[in-house]
């Protein structure tokens, strides 16, 4: 089947269940339909028709899977958002809205990614500046301890969500220039071979990086979302496992100091190992996260009959344990099936790629994406220290939604361009 | 690129998926009840707060607990009309601080979602019937209140139970707390006083019945006696115990005096009327053995947590290790020499890191009162639907057998010598057969403190006994024998007067 018959039909499948998964809620808290449901229904699939027109317009080679995940996510996340804060509802909705005209606006405006490549080192300068800014006095603004917001009249964005698409679109590009000298071996121990140690410069760029976002902004979650993107990266383009260790050596050091040097390192450490100890007071999120998930069980409480807004933060960095409350084992790993097949899209495109820009590219976009959501997903089920990153797509969150959105464009532009070589080759 | 490198981060992001899908497995399925049982987890009280609940009554029907209507958010409010008197027990339900007690416990059956209570409410064909179900306690008003009155102001517990049935007929621990802010439908006032509960250093939130342990100090004699006995390594009349100030135990040089300095000996009736410490230290030491000490305490209960139907029982503890054999046994020690010899002999006087619950060291007077079948403990004992039907009744079930019947025979014939002609003679009833042990666990020396313990038995001759007490009073001035018995007896003797007063 062709691909754009594919996502149209998916499509249709995500509105109609996110518009089920809204009836359901306001079935399950009011016992009566909400009285927006056609309308509601009516904008869902008018918005992904958009998009799904836009794709067809401007991308109608590239991968029909990728753009349906999305929705479906987006559309879970939305009814949970609007179920759990209906005042987060109609800015969530905005968001989207904005989101899909970012989505339309790479695809319109970007109609090679190689032009990127020629742009690394300002893509570089441009990636560390959305990092920094939230740091100048005057525009910045602090949210819960972290300093990672941007003033820009009555919104704040965070300039650090499209810093990782720059940085990654710089690393790309640097990588694909560099890649013979970064892979040559210099020295040689028994079975390692390493690389000429002052290759070893662009880990230290990110490990620099990756502290300044922890130190300077507070924000563990994205610090530890940089260095992976950044050694995942070099991994992809080198082939070299001295890397790895090498980022996972400076990555334990870094994380050492920073546990012994900075009091809110200890303590989110302290609240991982010992969540229970503390109930009531500092270990009240994600014990709260723990309650929801046992009392959704296996098939879930329904949606709209447990009280998932106990929960603290639920919208934003806690949204998978609501899902879980409300959805349950199954409607959590529902969940975590849609990211994996998102994932395995997302390589599959990288695999096909035209040239090694795009596919380094969008590998690391992909991975990017999957690993947030691993980060978030096991802070939140107390398999790593909780830090508060966004679930991709279905977090609330403008800054987080619109940048999801440009990745998935970047990723579809770059599978469309794949296929039309393709073609070219067959004809 | 290569497609090793993309396959390689491929696996390695599926592992993570793996790792989150396993987790979420353990959270939501297996450890999934656990967690809802959870003393801070608040969600199911939150979700029954403003449904209809039935009361919690006395067996004598005193309104422990009822659902009141009010103005607010709720409309219905919880209401404890004996204040402090039943908080340990039937607990509270708290929208903000959660549920504890029977309240959390019989939260099914009073908010009426059992299957009995639905079905009986089913059967009346009454519309929209209420399902509510009202819960019997096993405990007597006017046992609680004497319970109440004779502690005072100390700090302590009394438990008073059946021992043919394991129904608790009193459970007191003081300092206990009001119950009733905490219900309030105001979270402010909940937490509030809830703080301010928890800030309070003598703990009146915890029930120091089942949820505290302590030394138990010669009350545990009675089950060194009863390891002796079960073994056969000794009986009430042999072998006979030199009369000595004190006993040093193999391996040290460090002495277990006798109380005062007093001397004592003789055989083991002997022993324990004067509550002996060197006898039966040695006794426990040297002839019984680390493993038959351990088989006996575990038998009655002990390193075991209580099956209870109020939540948070403790077990209490009876050190399980000793070290390796070092000496085999010879005529002289039988029980052999073991690295641990010392503390052995320590434990068999209820030192060392022996310690019980006084809910545990009532149902160790009441096994040997029912023939060694210690009966599980229970406070509630039926549920009634709102047409006063009993839809459930707890029954009568056996939780350990600690001695057989032979054994418990010879062990209460010694806690009836204590009480006729030994250390615990203040709880002498005319009419009545009643067995009891002191026990004075020394806390420090400077100044001289102790827990202050009774424990006893009574009831008709000739019949199985209708009662068994344990009582604790914590941290008293002095450390004589005398203490346990001065202290602790006439409250133990109060709750028999009263309880065999109309009967």
Redesign the interface.
Known sequence: MRPRTVELGLLLLASIVTAGAYGLTSLGRAASLPADIVPFLGIVLALLLLAHVVVRRFAPGADGLLLPIASFLNGLGYVMIARLDPSLADSQSAWTFIGLLGFTATLVFLPDMRRLAEYRYSLALLGVTLLLLPLLPGIGKEINGAKIWLRVGAFSIQPGEFAKIVLAAFLAGYLVEKRELLASTAYRFGPFSLPNPKYFGPLLMAWSVALIVMVAERDLGSSLLFFTLFV?ML???T?RVAYVFAGLLMFAGGAYASFRMFDHVQKRVDIWLHP?ED??GAGYQI?EA?????????SGTGLGLG?PS?IPVAPTDMIFAAI?EEL??IG??AL?IA??LF??AG?RV??L?AS?FE??LA?GLT?LI??QA?VI??GV???LPLTGVTLPFVSYGGSSLISNYIVLAILIRISDRSSRQDQLRAT | ??????K???VV??L??C???A???R???F??????D?T????TV??DFSRPRGPIVTSDGVVVARSITVDGPFGIERQYPEGDLYAHVAGYLSFTVGADGVERSYNDELTGRTPALELSSLAQVLGDAETTGEVVLTLRDDLQRVAKEQLGNRPGSVVALDPRSGAVLAMWSAPSFDPNPLASQDGATANAAYAALLEQEDNPLRSRAFRDIYFPGSTFKVITASAALSSGVATLGEPVFPIVDGYTPPLTSRPIANFGGRSCGGNLLELLRASCNSGIAQLGAELVGPQEMVRAAQAFGFNVVPPFDVPGAVASKFPTDYGSLLDEPTPELPAGVYEDTPSLAQASIGQNDVSASPLQMALVAAAIANGGRMQTPHVVAEVRNVQGRAVSVTENSTWQTAVDAGVATELRIAMIEVVERGTGSVVQTPGLIVGGKTGTAQLGTDPPKSHAWFIAFAGYEGQVAELAIAVLVEGQEGASEQTGGRVSGPIAKAIIDAYFQES
């Open positions: 995942v991994y992809l383009a082939e229970f109930p009531k014990v723990s309650f929801a998930l046992a009392d959704g069980g296996i009280t106990k879980g349950g084992l959590a790993t975590l990211f994996l994932i395995g390589f990288a695999r790629a090694p596919a380094l590998a991975a999957g690993f691993f997903i096991a089920l107390r398999v | 690129m290569n497609d090793r490198p993309l390689h981060v491929t992001l599926l993570c998926f790792a989150l899908f987790q979420l497995n959270i939501q399925v450890q999934a009840e656990e967690l809802k959870d801070s987890n608040t969600r939150q979700r």
